[in-house]
């Protein structure tokens, strides 16, 4: 069965601190794997999509990376503004599955001043 | 450009009506997208588009759920005599599809479903 874990599920840092979220996987055959951002009340944010292990992307403070079972997305020295839900998701496995996402619980982050 | 829309944003119903939520798609992706979110859970999906065809609806709940797509555009899902359980915020996502996989999807800000 396609499942997707991230941990932690909440996570408190302060501000300037860095630190990683992580996003585990089995699906059979990756085809990407994406990040989304979500703030409360609003829908998800897209951010990275990693397509082979080694891959590397990086948006401002946010590095995600990806090995064959999982993805990291790493944060460095965060401010307030960047406390939001980081949601995981990779496309199901099989040809008919493929089409779906496939969505991690997500990391709630604070970021306290 | 303008990103996915929904309407409407929110929504309040009594058990047992029916109630219609509508996405507009980023114009030009082919693939509509819609998931489910419910309070502590994480993001479930309910149905795809390829066009006016939906290829995929292994994740409707039930068959009080149904959804339609007209156009290549816009698309409706539609639950009838809803539940107390169907409360939860329902997102639409498109993307533009290029291969058998599924490209990025953009989702929309979502339609929050309340059943009293």
């Known amino acids: 069965e396609d499942q997707v874990t991230q941990s932690p599920e909440a996570l408190r840092l302060q501000e300037g601190e860095s630190s990683s979220l992580n996003c585990s996987y089995t699906?059979?055959?990756?085809?990407?794997l994406f990040w989304y951002r979500q703030d409360p009340g609003k829908g998800p944010e897209f951010l990275f999509t990693?397509?082979?292990a080694g891959e590397e992307k990086e948006k401002e403070r946010l590095k995600a990376t990806l090995t064959k079972k999982e993805s990291f997305l790493h944060i460095t020295a965060p401010k307030p503004e960047d406390s939001a839900t980081y949601l995981c998701?990779?496309?199901?496995?099989?040809?008919?599955?493929?089409?779906?996402?496939?969505f991690g619980q997500g990391t709630r982050l604070t970021i306290n001043p | 450009g303008a990103g996915v829309s929904q309407s409407p944003s929110n929504k309040v119903t009594e058990k047992g009506k029916d109630v219609e939520l509508r996405c507009d798609p980023i114009?030009?992706?082919?693939?509509l997208y819609w998931y489910r979110q419910s309070l502590g859970q994480g993001l479930e999906f309910l149905i795809y588009?390829?066009?006016?065809?939906?290829?995929?609806k292994s994740g409707l709940p039930s068959d009080r759920f149904s959804a339609e797509r007209t156009g290549g555009s816009v698309s409706t899902l539609t639950i009838q005599r809803t539940q107390q359980e169907d409360s939860a915020v329902y997102l639409c996502?498109?993307?533009?599809?290029?291969?058998?996989?599924?490209?990025?999807?953009?989702f929309g800000p979502g339609t929050r479903l309340t059943v009293l």
């Open positions: 996502a498109s993307s533009i599809r290029t291969g058998w996989w599924t490209d990025t999807q953009y």
């Open positions: 699906v059979s055959g990756l085809r990407g």
């Open positions: 990693l397509y082979s």
């Open positions: 998701a990779v496309p199901g496995g099989g040809y008919q599955g493929a089409q779906k996402l496939v």
């Open positions: 114009s030009g992706h082919t693939a």
């Open positions: 588009f390829q066009g006016n065809s939906a290829p995929d």
